[in-house]
Antibody, heavy 119, light 107 residues
C-alpha cells in the first residue's frame, strides 16, 4: 500500500524555525514527485511546491518562494517542509501528497500536519 | 499563474439527485485537470485525473468531462457519503493551482 505519513502537530512562536516531515512507503520513493499543500479556512487549498527525490529538482509557487524550503532525504524516503522564521500567517494545515507516474495529480495524500504560530 | 474558478460555491442537492460542478481555467490547461473530494477532518482524496479518468476505487457515479478551459464533475446519484467539498486542480503549468472549492450539501 502506498502511504505518506506526516509528523505531528506543532505549536510555535513567531520568529521560531520549524521543519515538518513526510515519510513515503510502499513505492519507489525516488521516482515520484512529492508536493506540499497548505489549507487555511480563508484560502482553501494552496499549492506550495514539489520536489523530485531522485535529483532534488524543486519547483515553488511564486507566492511561497523564499518563504519555505522543500527538501528531501531519499535514504530515509522522507520529504521536508521548513521555515526559518515563522509568522502568524503561516498557521494552517499542511499536507504532503505524491504525484502520479504519468500525471501530476496528487494521490495519495498524507494525513496533514497542523502548524499553529501564536505568541 | 493560472486561476481556477469553481461554481457554484455551494450546491444544495437531495440524496439520489444529480450534482453538476463546474471548474473554469483562466487559460487552457488541455486535459491536465484533477478533481478531489474532501470531507471534514480528512485529507483530500483524488477522484478524477486527466479530466475524465477515475482514480482507483472511485465509484462509477463520479464522472469528469471537459478540456481546455471548461470542466465538469458530475455525480450521477448523490449518496450520503458524497456530501463534501470538491476541488479542481490544474497541472498543465507551473505553479499548479487549485480552485476555491464547491461545497455539496444536503438539501
Amino acid at each position: 500500500e502506498v502511504q505518506l505519513v506526516q509528523s505531528g502537530a506543532e505549536l510555535k512562536k513567531p520568529g521560531e524555525s520549524l521543519k515538518i516531515s513526510c515519510k513515503g512507503s510502499g513505492y519507489r520513493f525516488p521516482n515520484f514527485w512529492i508536493g506540499w499543500v497548505r489549507q487555511t479556512p480563508g484560502k482553501g487549498l494552496e499549492w506550495l511546491g514539489v520536489i523530485y527525490p531522485g535529483d532534488s529538482d524543486t519547483r515553488y509557487s511564486p507566492s511561497f518562494q523564499g518563504q519555505v524550503t522543500i527538501s528531501v532525504d531519499k535514504s530515509v524516503s522522507t520529504a521536508y517542509l521548513q521555515w526559518s522564521s515563522l509568522k502568524a500567517s503561516d498557521t494552517g494545515m499542511y499536507y504532503c501528497a505524491r504525484a502520479g507516474a504519468t500525471d501530476d495529480s496528487f494521490d495519495p495524500w498524507g494525513q496533514g500536519t497542523l502548524v499553529t504560530v501564536s505568541s | 499563474e493560472i486561476m481556477m474558478t469553481q461554481s457554484p460555491g455551494t450546491l444544495s442537492v437531495s440524496p439520489g439527485e444529480r450534482a453538476t460542478l463546474s471548474c473554469r481555467a483562466s487559460q487552457s490547461v488541455t486535459s491536465n485537470l484533477a478533481w478531489y473530494q474532501q470531507k471534514p477532518g480528512q485529507a483530500p482524496r483524488l477522484l478524477i485525473y486527466d479530466a475524465s479518468a477515475r482514480a482507483t476505487g472511485i465509484p462509477a457515479r463520479f464522472s469528469g468531462s471537459g478540456s481546455g478551459t471548461e470542466f465538469t464533475l458530475t455525480i450521477s446519484s448523490l449518496q450520503s457519503e458524497d456530501f463534501a467539498v470538491y476541488y479542481c486542480q490544474q497541472y498543465n503549468d507551473w505553479p499548479r493551482t487549485f480552485g476555491q472549492g464547491t461545497k455539496v450539501e444536503i438539501k
